[in-house]
């Protein structure tokens, strides 16, 4: 069964940094385009990132370029999200998800990922 599970999520002050984790059980993890998401309770969830199978490129929200980083571990599975200089406004459920093709598009609309995590709140207080 294919499953997705998120860690690294937690309460941190503003300007600082988290380091959130994916790890993928279940399925081809490696192929797939992966990416990162994220909710507040009453709005739509937001696109935050996704990175290619082989971590070659990578796409961003504008709200988050040249503060958050995405990767992966093929070997081990796992995609991560480094979160530096956090602010008040970036607090949310975080939800990994992987694309539903085996290809190097990458999306940002929710639609295209078929796999999601149960995801992991982050709290930035000011």
């Known amino acids: 069964q294919v499953q997705l599970v998120e860690s690294g999520g937690g309460l941190v002050q503003a300007g600082g940094s988290l380091r959130l984790s994916c790890a993928a059980s279940?399925?081809?993890?490696?192929?797939?385009?992966m990416g990162w998401f994220r909710q507040v309770p009453g709005k739509e969830r937001e696109f935050v990132a996704a990175i290619t199978w082989s971590g070659g490129s990578t796409m961003y929200a504008d709200s988050v370029k040249g503060r958050f980083t995405i990767s992966r571990d093929v070997a081990k599975n796992t995609v991560y999200l480094q979160m530096d200089s956090l602010k008040p406004e970036d607090t949310a459920v975080y939800y990994c998800a992987r694309d539903n093709s085996p290809t190097a598009i990458l999306h940002t609309y929710g639609r295209a990922y078929g796999v999601w995590g149960q995801g992991t709140q982050v709290t930035v207080s000011s």
């Open positions: 279940g399925h081809t993890f490696s192929m797939y385009p």
